[in-house]
Every structure is written in structure tokens, then in C-alpha cells.
């Protein structure tokens, strides 16, 4: 009898042995298979989990009841990538026209005839009537309806103080630009449109317009061959001179030509 129930025992344990062994064998696979997705999918739910649980622990609210001020734009100190960020809302004032690149028709070039310097970029190459757009969304604050250009006497009286001014006298520089309209965006950069030959009767001092809208018309007012009615050169063709201002400094103000170029082409083109 207990030879026999020893048999019996033996028989147990190497039945369950051997029912044991393989199915070790058959889990060991898919539980380390099935370990590497699970650690990779824990960890996204770990860093899923951090912010929602980071920001309130902070005792800080998502959005600040009074927010800290944001930087605000300074042409003459922010770097030109910054400004280029800044101002990246705008667009050219010329449909399909890219910036010059002759030093000359950019901000800083000197008018000798003048004794100043150029205040903003020159976009020749367009016929008298083209079309002229507001760079960006804002409010008209100047638009010159009831322009009066400047009989030759009165233009050359304004170059002779000119010449003898350590500058070109403001009041001056505004006649030179002609007949013009002046756009102020909502972070107070103010655009200006000059040399005119007509405006919009809708574009009127008060009222927003929005970037891409149609303001006036290209044309050639405050210029010399306007005002007698001749061309002598290329530089009297219709023409938009177009200035960006914050404050009393000018997009560009003091820069070298290099970081001129690169500021106006980045932001209008
Ligand atoms: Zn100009």
C-alpha cells in the first residue's frame, strides 16, 4: 500500500511539474513583450498628468488676473529679429511689390537738396493710380482730403530754409511728403502714405480700416516735378513713400543699411 501510494505521488508531482514548466514558459513572452509598451505608455500618462497637477499645486491661476505688461516694441533697442516679430502683422502697401534694395530709395539715405535724411521706403516702378493698402488692421488718424499743393515759390522758399536748417524743419518735411494718410495700429506703430494722388472719400481721420484695404492712389504730390509738371529723372516718377513710426523714431532709424534691408524686407514682403 504505500509503495503504491508513493507511486501515486510521484506520478502527481512530475504531472504537475511538467504542466507547470511549459506554461511558465508560454507567459514568460508575452508579460516582457508586453512590458516595454507599458512603461512607454505609463510614462505619457506620467507627463500628461505633471502640468494639470503642477499648475494648481503652484497656486498660481492659468491666466493672471492683471497680467505683467508685455514688452513693449522700442525701435531703437529691440533687436531686429524682435522687431521683425513684432511687426510681423504687417503686409506691403503695394500688392505684389517687394522692397527696394537701392540704398538710396531706404530709410537713413540723405537728401542733401533737403538737408535731411529719407524716413521711410520708396516704392517706385508702379504707375501714377496705382493702388495704395493699408499694411495692417487699425485706425485712420490723418488722411488729407483737402490737400493743397505747394505753388513753385512756395516749394522753393521750402528747400531754401531747408538747406539753411541744421535739418529739414518738421513743418517742411510734412509738405515734402505731399498729400498723405496716416494709419495707427493697435500696438501705436503709426503707418504712413505719401506723395499721393488721391484718397478713398470713405478713408477719413476716425475711422478702422483693415490690412489690405484700399486707401489711395499712388501719385507724386510734394515733389518738385509734380509742381511744375515735368520729369527730369527717374526719381521724379509717382512714387509711394512709405514710413513706419513708433514715437519719434522711424523703423530703422540709425541702423546700418544691412539691418535696414533686412527689417523692412522681413516685416512688408
Ligand atoms: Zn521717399
Known amino acids: 500500500m504505500k509503495s503504491r501510494l508513493l507511486f501515486l505521488l510521484l506520478i502527481m508531482l512530475l504531472l504537475f511539474a511538467s504542466a507547470c514548466n511549459p506554461a511558465e514558459e508560454t507567459l514568460a513572452e508575452p508579460v516582457k513583450l508586453a512590458d516595454a509598451p507599458q512603461t512607454q505608455e505609463q510614462e505619457r500618462v506620467d507627463m500628461a498628468e505633471e502640468k494639470p497637477i503642477a499648475e494648481p499645486a503652484s497656486g498660481l491661476p492659468v491666466q493672471p488676473l492683471n497680467p505683467v505688461p508685455t514688452a513693449q516694441i522700442n525701435f531703437q533697442t529691440d533687436l531686429v529679429d524682435e522687431l521683425v516679430y513684432r511687426l510681423s502683422y ?141 520729369t527730369k529723372n527717374a526719381s521724379d516718377e509717382p512714387h509711394l513713400h512709405f514710413e513706419i513710426w513708433h514715437g519719434n523714431t522711424f523703423l530703422g532709424q540709425g541702423r546700418p543699411l544691412s539691418e535696414v534691408l533686412e527689417l523692412y524686407t522681413r516685416i512688408l514682403d
Open 90 to 230: 504687417m503686409s506691403s502697401p503695394i500688392a505684389g511689390r517687394k522692397v527696394t534694395t537701392v540704398p538710396g530709395q531706404l530709410p537713413n539715405a540723405p537728401r542733401r537738396y533737403r538737408n535731411g535724411i529719407h524716413e521711410g521706403v520708396d516704392y517706385y516702378g508702379i504707375s501714377g493710380g496705382t493702388i495704395v493698402l493699408a499694411a495692417a488692421d487699425g485706425t485712420v488718424i490723418r488722411a488729407d482730403h483737402n490737400f493743397q499743393e505747394m505753388t513753385l515759390a512756395e516749394y522753393e522758399e521750402a528747400i531754401r530754409l531747408s538747406a539753411a536748417a541744421p535739418t529739414t524743419p518738421p513743418e517742411l518735411l510734412d509738405k515734402f511728403r505731399g498729400m498723405q494718410v496716416w494709419i495707427r495700429h493697435d500696438d501705436g506703430v503709426v503707418t504712413r502714405y505719401c506723395h499721393l494722388a488721391s484718397i478713398n472719400p470713405e478713408i477719413t481721420a476716425g475711422i478702422r480700416v483693415a490690412g489690405g484695404q484700399a486707401l489711395a492712389q499712388v501719385g507724386n504730390t510734394g515733389m518738385r516735378a509734380n509742381i511744375v509738371g515735368e
